[in-house]
């Protein structure tokens, strides 16, 4: 890809998602461009979820963790993953986190595989 290319992909890309401090390799702009362009049609809205446990050790004994991890294509193009867990003495608790950067989006990716 000549640079003309690359600049021009990278200025659409830049328009939706936080591109700032990101070196990007060409096939990194390539699919972040294929990923803006495709956004509405492929991924807006859909949903993944992965469920999870474990049994662990603490002071008061063995305890066993439920986790749900999910993923949503939000309404504007970014990803929202949400993280929760029970635990069979009662604690519960989970945090949620929005990516809207390139690197960022790219690493989702990559962690998917």
Request: net charge negative.
């Amino acid at each position: 890809m000549d640079q003309k290319e690359k600049k021009e992909k990278k200025n659409l890309i830049s328009k939706h998602l936080d591109t700032s401090n990101s070196r990007l390799k060409d096939e990194e702009v390539d699919f972040l461009h294929d990923f803006v362009i495709n956004y509405d049609d492929e991924y807006k809205g859909k949903s993944k979820t992965k469920k999870s446990s474990y049994d662990g050790w603490s002071s008061d004994g063995k305890y066993t963790r439920w986790e749900e991890e999910t993923s949503t294509f939000t309404e504007d193009i970014g990803i929202r993953e949400e993280y929760k867990y029970h635990d069979d003495d009662g604690q519960s608790g989970g945090n949620t986190k929005e990516i809207k950067d390139a690197r960022g989006i790219i690493n989702w990716f990559k962690k998917q595989k």
